[in-house]
């Protein structure tokens, strides 16, 4: 599935439940938050060796897509395509950290 059909998914998901007018910047950044604090709760007082089992797994890859999911929902109301912002990103970054690399 690639990015323009995950978030048709999305918008179809949010617009048939009549969401939209819960989605404003600071309540998805919350929401966003709110949902990376599930997958540390799956951490928390763990072993970090100790591998995660299926059930685990499974938990973990809901709470990672619940993230990205308002992550998305974000990019898009500020009408920034998530690719073209971690391109930009990861260049700023070569250029910040070392190796300093130039991109350009
Ligand atoms: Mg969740």
Do not use: C
């Not at 999305?10 to 938050?33: E, M, V």
């Not at 059930?55 to 999911?69: P, R, V």
């Amino acid at each position: 599935m690639d990015y323009d059909q995950i978030l048709e998914l999305l918008k179809k998901f949010r617009d048939q439940r009549g969401w939209t007018k819960f989605h404003n910047l600071k309540d998805l950044a919350i929401s966003t938050n709110l949902e990376a604090s599930e997958v540390l709760e799956i951490f928390q007082w763990r072993d970090a060796n100790k591998p995660l089992n299926a059930t685990e797994k499974k938990h973990l890859q809901d709470e990672l897509a619940d993230t990205m999911i308002y992550l998305i929902y974000m990019f898009d109301k500020l009408g920034v395509d998530p690719g073209d912002a971690i391109k930009e990103k990861v260049q700023y970054n070569q250029s910040r950290h070392w190796p300093k690399i130039d991109q350009k």
